[in-house]
């Protein structure tokens, strides 16, 4: 059994993973919207499948809200080998994903916008991280965790910097915050974190004021992060992503088994279908 049209046809090329405050992509066209239940549960939403029309022509792209439609998700809850399971389902080739951080150098200030190219994880142990966790056994390379191609393909911003990945949902003490700043920058900043002197730590109405502001620069600006994207190939993602997940998700694989498509009413889009 194959893919439905809209996996055949149009598929999206882009995923977006949007963090805390990104709920909407406004400036783009929503096609439909799609519930999908993979091996590894449900995604942390719906995936909503938008239209960019480009200079470069149209651009599909697949969107999937992080914490869920009503932030109801903890960081620790995220489903995260559900959400990239079922955006490669759809023929996702490469990710672009927003996150709210709290900066560790004087020099990114909150309200700026990070593309990291390392990850030091303090997660590890706490949540799912792979997907060879039974009968079969397979090793990712992480040494370079971002594409280096697609960042360089982003607007100027803070490049060549390090995320540092922690236990939410609590944030740092200022001891941890000094500790991560010896080594590291932790992508949409909305504070100092707790490492500044004299100055109190970061509270939820601060992080709250930067992440409505920064919502909005975040969806402004996504059309301009997409649209580099138009080439004929991403090898490096497609090779890490085929490394990854080469077996699960074959594009003539049957269907997972349950798995239903809706499609909301959105314009001209009125069509429902069941598989």
């Known amino acids: 059994m194959g893919y439905p049209p809209l996996m055949r ?33 449900s995604p942390s939403s719906p995936i909503t499948i938008a ?29 995260a080998r559900a959400n990239i399971a079922a ?16 900066s560790l150098r004087e020099e990114v200030r909150p309200g700026d916008i990070i593309v990291p190219d390392q990850i030091i994880d303090r997660t590890k142990g706490i949540r799912p991280s792979t997907f060879f966790d039974g009968a079969m056994v397979g090793h990712a390379m992480f040494g370079e965790p971002f594409d280096k191609q697609l960042s360089d393909d982003v607007p100027r911003l803070h490049k060549e910097r390090t995320l540092v990945v922690m236990e939410g949902p609590q944030f740092s003490t200022r001891a941890e915050s000094n500790m991560y700043r010896s080594y590291a920058l932790v992508c949409t ?4 974190d707790a490492w500044r002197m004299g100055e109190a730590p970061v509270t939820v109405e601060e992080v709250m004021k930067t992440l409505t502001t920064n919502a909005s620069l975040s969806k402004h600006i996504t059309a301009s992060i997409l649209e580099p994207f138009m080439r004929p190939s991403l090898p490096q993602s ?22 239903h498509v809706n499609t909301e009413d959105h314009d001209d889009s009125t069509a429902s279908e069941k598989v």
């Open 189 to 192: 900043s909305t504070d100092y």
């Open 9 to 41: 046809e149009g598929a999206p090329l882009i995923g977006v993973i949007g963090g805390s405050g990104l709920y909407k992509l406004d400036n783009l066209h929503v096609i439909k919207t799609i519930s999908a239940s993979t091996p590894w549960g």
């Open 238 to 259: 497609l090779y890490k992503l085929k490394y990854i997940l080469p077996a699960y998700f074959p594009y003539d694989a049957p269907r997972w088994k349950g798995e």
């Open 87 to 102: 955006l490669k389902h759809l023929g996702v080739k490469a990710i672009v994903a927003f996150s709210a951080v709290g």
């Open 51 to 79: 239209k960019l029309d480009t200079a470069k022509g149209p651009i599909t792209v697949a969107f999937i809200s992080r914490h869920g439609p009503a932030h109801n998700i903890a960081p620790s809850n995220v489903p």
